[in-house]
């Protein structure tokens, strides 16, 4: 539970955001769910109903979107674009925000935009959930339905992961490992987390199977995917369970943080979902120890997480360990939920140049507070695979 104090200091936050979202959001060209103009409606709807407002500042974020899509100004991705826009359109619809079949003109159009994409990033090899094909493949699966309507678009995926599975480890072949230039070398690199690692595929896996999609083959890679990632773990004595990365070449391990998108939190969360959709006792218990690890993990030099930001900082640590609590109700994840949340909202400044997004922004923050305000746990985190 929190304090009558935090509560008053949650309220008068959550205003601050909402009144410079709401000033500010045409300054932003993006279009997509994390790091774009769908991540700021989000917030605004969700504002919106809590307070039972009627200022209509989330149809005024998403009018603004369409008119960027009318002016041309769109990448495809689901971080920046149209994928994360249209996931965007479809949350509104399933949780009753708007009306069923508000949005079917657009979203039909949104369609043939991402199966363009998707074909692009599979002839590319691109495979990132921000920009690439899982992001595209995450799109279709919450438009999903009974029909299978677009099981073709996800046997692409399907069809991949043989030789994704197989050349993962391997400097040349891998697509999966994220190429960066450090010091004027190349370097690939090997992430687990969920931006742009193995927990990705394996949440998209989950999704897949709990929509009827290739259930036996999603179970078998599933398990694959699992595995590699617990073979990963670091020596006892590590600060962290498992690497941010592993550098291909040298085999070169960095110790990760508490984020989201490459550390404990986003590893340990995304195996306990996956524990969760196939009923799997064991690893159930190997996340939440892993959690429990990160629970652990306070002061700067051990969660090495700096900001609020959830991508990589508190307001991630704080929903991570919200969610876990709801999935396995261990008092120390609820206590490492509110230790976050304090840190974050001591942290967050509101300046003209602050970042309005949810990956790293104000929207992200809000969404965090809004559930804690309200003692609700809404299922807005499905964008980051939290949920």
Same mark, same amino acid.
């Given at each position: 539970?929190?304090?009558?104090?935090? #509560?008053?200091?949650?309220?008068?936050?959550?205003?601050? $955001?909402?009144?410079?979202?709401?000033?500010?959001?045409?300054?932003?060209?993006?279009?997509?769910?994390?790091?774009?103009?769908?991540? $700021?409606?989000?917030?605004?709807?969700?504002?919106?109903?809590?307070?039972?407002? &009627?200022?209509?500042? *989330? !149809?005024?974020?998403?009018?603004?979107?369409?008119? %960027?899509?009318?002016?041309?100004?769109?990448?495809?991705?689901?971080?920046?674009?149209? @994928?994360?826009?249209?996931?965007?359109?479809?949350?509104?619809?399933?949780?009753?925000?708007?009306?069923?079949?508000?949005?079917?003109?657009?979203?039909?159009?949104?369609?043939?935009?991402?199966?363009?994409?998707?074909?692009?990033?599979?002839?590319?090899?691109?495979?990132?959930?921000?920009?690439?094909?899982?992001?595209?493949?995450?799109?279709?699966?919450?438009?999903?339905?009974? #029909?299978?309507?677009?099981?073709?678009? /996800?046997?692409?995926?399907?069809?991949?992961?043989? &030789?994704?599975?197989?050349?993962?480890?391997?400097?040349?072949?891998? =697509?999966?490992?994220?190429?960066? @230039?450090?010091?004027?070398?190349?370097? %690939?690199?090997?992430?687990?987390?969920?931006?742009? *690692?193995?927990?990705?595929?394996?949440?998209?896996?989950?999704?897949?199977?709990?929509?009827?999609?290739?259930?036996?083959?999603? $179970?078998?890679?599933?398990?694959?995917?699992?595995?590699? /990632?617990?073979?990963?773990?670091?020596?006892?004595?590590?600060?962290?369970? !498992?690497?941010?990365?592993?550098?291909?070449?040298? =085999?070169? =391990?960095?110790?990760?943080?508490?984020?989201?998108?490459?550390?404990? #939190?986003?590893? *340990?969360?995304?195996?306990?979902?996956?524990?969760? #959709?196939?009923?799997?006792?064991?690893?159930?218990?190997?996340?939440? +120890?892993?959690?429990?690890?990160?629970?652990?993990?306070?002061?700067?030099?051990?969660?090495?997480?700096?900001?609020?930001?959830?991508?990589?900082?508190?307001?991630?640590?704080?929903?991570?360990?919200?969610?876990?609590?709801?999935?396995?109700?261990?008092?120390?994840?609820?206590?490492?939920? $509110?230790?976050?949340?304090?840190?974050?909202?001591?942290?967050?400044?509101?300046?003209?140049?602050?970042?309005?997004?949810?990956?790293?922004?104000? @929207?992200?923050?809000?969404?965090?507070?809004?559930?804690?305000?309200? +003692?609700?746990?809404?299922?807005?985190?499905?964008?980051?695979?939290?949920?």
């Amino acid at each position: 539970m929190i304090s009558a104090n935090l #509560t008053t200091d949650l309220d008068k936050k959550l205003h601050d $955001i909402y009144i410079h979202l709401g000033d500010h959001y045409q300054q932003y060209n993006r279009i997509g769910a994390l790091n774009g103009l769908a991540g $700021i409606a989000l917030f605004q709807f969700y504002y919106e109903e809590r307070y039972n407002l &009627h200022s209509g500042r *989330g !149809f005024d974020s998403l009018e603004h979107c369409i008119k %960027k899509i009318n002016e041309g100004n769109f990448s495809a991705s689901y971080c920046n674009g149209l @994928a994360g826009f249209g996931w965007l359109l479809n949350h509104l619809e399933e949780y009753k925000f708007v009306e069923d079949n508000e949005f079917v003109q657009i979203g039909s159009v949104i369609d043939t935009y991402i199966e363009n994409h998707l074909d692009q990033c599979i002839r590319q090899h691109n495979y990132d959930f921000f920009h690439g094909t899982l992001g595209s493949i995450f799109y279709f699966l919450k438009k999903s339905d009974s #029909t299978n309507k677009y099981k073709n678009h /996800i046997s692409l995926l399907f069809s991949k992961l043989p &030789h994704l599975y197989d050349t993962i480890n391997d400097y040349d072949l891998s =697509k999966v490992a994220v190429p960066e @230039a450090i010091e004027g070398k190349l370097k %690939k690199r090997l992430h687990l987390g969920p931006a742009h *690692g193995i927990s990705s595929i394996i949440a998209i896996l989950c999704m897949a199977y709990n929509k009827g999609y290739f259930r036996e083959q999603s $179970i078998l890679w599933i398990d694959e995917f699992v595995q590699l /990632i617990l073979a990963y773990e670091m020596p006892l004595d590590s600060v962290s369970e !498992f690497p941010m990365w592993i550098d291909l070449q040298t =085999k070169e =391990k960095a110790t990760s943080s508490l984020s989201w998108c490459s550390g404990d #939190t986003g590893i *340990g969360i995304t195996l306990l979902n996956t524990s969760e #959709t196939l009923g799997n006792r064991i690893w159930k218990d190997q996340s939440s +120890n892993i959690l429990k690890k990160a629970c652990q993990r306070r002061h700067i030099q051990q969660s090495m997480i700096k900001g609020y930001g959830i991508c990589h900082g508190y307001f991630g640590a704080s929903r991570i360990f919200s969610r876990a609590y709801s999935l396995n109700p261990i008092q120390e994840f609820e206590e490492a939920s $509110i230790y976050w949340l304090k840190e974050g909202m001591d942290s967050l400044i509101i300046t003209q140049d602050s970042p309005m997004s949810i990956l790293n922004g104000l @929207a992200g923050a809000g969404l965090v507070m809004l559930d804690f305000q309200h +003692n609700k746990l809404s299922n807005w985190d499905e964008c980051l695979l939290i949920s």
